[in-house]
């Protein structure tokens, strides 16, 4: 990545860098806005390229157009659901992305130690360390948190936009009573080439970091960095058994549940008896009866915390 000085500045000033773009979601707010944004990178970059969404899925493409004009680094601002679908575009291009969590939900921010602060998500943005971490795959789209079907997917997708910008995390529990008594489906998963799991089960998730939807640590040992995907399946039924296992999770003993199975893996198929909706990054997809999983080892490169290695 290109810096600079200008003369004068003094030995004391930080260099600037270069060619940088910003991918805002125009709805999201954090600290003093766009504006205090856009003021925090102007004397800090030689080129700003700056673009606003009125909806993630538009993203991408916004994304794509700053690569090709040469942006060495992408700032995103916005949520999970944003964070996932600009990592969908960058992956394996190289150039990294800086997250400035203005979401709802900031789990892949959370989990790499950026703070809901905007002065700082700058800083590091522009100053920090960068890290290769590894993304998911699910049916051709990537993700950076986690993906899952059933249970989970019917979740997501009940909590629409306005219950969980008036709720916020209480959004999932709330939606999340309303789906406990949902069917079980014979599911069958291969991890590796090998079979895992062949029985009736209410929800399938797949993790590259340790907390996911609502902020539960569901898998206790996961890290984005080293090459595999936690893989977890429940076989939760009704009211008493999610009570159990939500439980079990939210006190960070998620194997110890006897309704739910985790282990870990590259690549993953499952395969499900009937049409289940799928979710990634807290994103419902629509309903699958299978789904495709890899990791991608390395696939994006993102500004955390921490000096410049």
Same mark, same amino acid.
């Given at each position: /990545?290109?810096?600079?000085?200008?003369?004068? +500045?003094?030995?004391?000033?930080?260099?600037?860098?270069?060619?940088?773009?910003?991918?805002?979601?125009?709805?999201?707010? =954090?600290?003093?806005?766009?504006?205090? =944004?856009?003021?925090?990178?102007?004397? $800090?970059?030689?080129?700003?390229?700056?673009?606003?969404?009125?909806?993630?899925?538009?993203?991408?493409?916004?994304?794509?157009?700053?690569?090709?004009?040469?942006?060495?680094?992408?700032?995103?601002?916005?949520?999970?659901?944003? *964070?996932?679908?600009?990592?969908?575009?960058?992956?394996?291009?190289?150039?990294?992305?800086?997250?400035?969590?203005?979401?709802?939900? #900031?789990? !892949?921010? $959370? #989990?790499?130690?950026?703070?809901? +602060?905007?002065?700082?998500?700058?800083?590091? &943005? =522009?100053?920090?360390?960068?890290?290769?971490?590894?993304?998911?795959?699910? #049916?051709?789209?990537? !993700?950076?948190? /986690? $993906?899952?079907?059933?249970?989970?997917?019917?979740?997501?997708?009940?909590?629409?936009?306005?219950?969980? &910008?008036?709720?916020?995390?209480?959004?999932?529990?709330?939606?999340? =009573?309303?789906?406990?008594?949902?069917?079980?489906?014979?599911?069958?998963?291969? *991890?590796? &080439?090998?079979?895992? !799991?062949?029985? +009736?089960?209410?929800? *399938?998730? !797949?993790? #590259?970091?340790?907390?996911?939807?609502?902020?539960?640590?569901?898998?206790?040992? $996961?890290?984005?960095?080293?090459?595999?995907?936690?893989?977890?399946?429940?076989?939760?039924?009704?009211?008493?058994?999610?009570?159990?296992?939500?439980?079990? /999770?939210?006190? &960070?003993?998620?194997?110890?549940?006897?309704?739910?199975?985790?282990?870990?893996?590259?690549?993953?198929?499952?395969?499900?008896?009937?049409?289940?909706?799928?979710?990634?990054?807290?994103?419902?997809?629509?309903?699958?009866?299978?789904?495709?999983?890899?990791?991608?080892?390395?696939?994006?490169?993102?500004?955390?915390?921490?000096?410049?290695?």
């Amino acid at each position: /990545m290109s810096t600079s000085s200008t003369a004068g +500045d003094g030995p004391a000033a930080a260099a600037r860098v270069g060619t940088v773009a910003v991918v805002a979601h125009q709805k999201k707010t =954090l600290g003093g806005g766009l504006d205090a =944004l856009r003021a925090e990178l102007a004397g $800090a970059v030689e080129q700003l390229i700056w673009y606003e969404v009125p909806k993630s899925r538009k993203a991408p493409k916004k994304v794509r157009k700053a690569l090709r004009k040469g942006a060495e680094l992408v700032f995103v601002w916005g949520g999970d659901g944003m *964070v996932q679908r600009c990592a969908d575009a960058l992956a394996g291009s190289g150039t990294a992305m800086a997250i400035v969590p203005a979401g709802t939900a #900031n789990l !892949f921010a $959370a #989990n790499l130690g950026i703070p809901e +602060d905007l002065p700082e998500a700058v800083r590091i &943005g =522009l100053h920090g360390r960068r890290r290769a971490l590894d993304l998911g795959r699910v #049916n051709g789209e990537h !993700f950076a948190v /986690m $993906a899952g079907a059933g249970f989970d997917g019917d979740l997501i997708r009940e909590a629409d936009r306005t219950l969980k &910008g008036k709720l916020g995390r209480l959004a999932y529990m709330w939606t999340g =009573l309303r789906h406990v008594r949902g069917e079980l489906v014979r599911t069958r998963i291969t *991890v590796d &080439g090998a079979d895992w !799991f062949d029985g +009736d089960a209410s929800c *399938v998730l !797949f993790g #590259n970091v340790g907390t996911i939807t609502g902020g539960i640590p569901a898998f206790d040992d $996961a890290r984005p960095d080293d090459g595999c995907l936690e893989v977890g399946v429940s076989t939760a039924d009704g009211a008493v058994d999610w009570a159990r296992t939500l439980g079990r /999770m939210a006190a &960070g003993r998620s194997e110890e549940s006897p309704f739910v199975r985790i282990t870990r893996g590259r690549r993953i198929k499952v395969r499900l008896a009937a049409p289940r909706t799928y979710e990634l990054d807290g994103g419902a997809r629509g309903e699958t009866t299978r789904l495709k999983v890899r990791v991608v080892p390395g696939a994006l490169t993102v500004c955390c915390p921490g000096p410049v290695s």
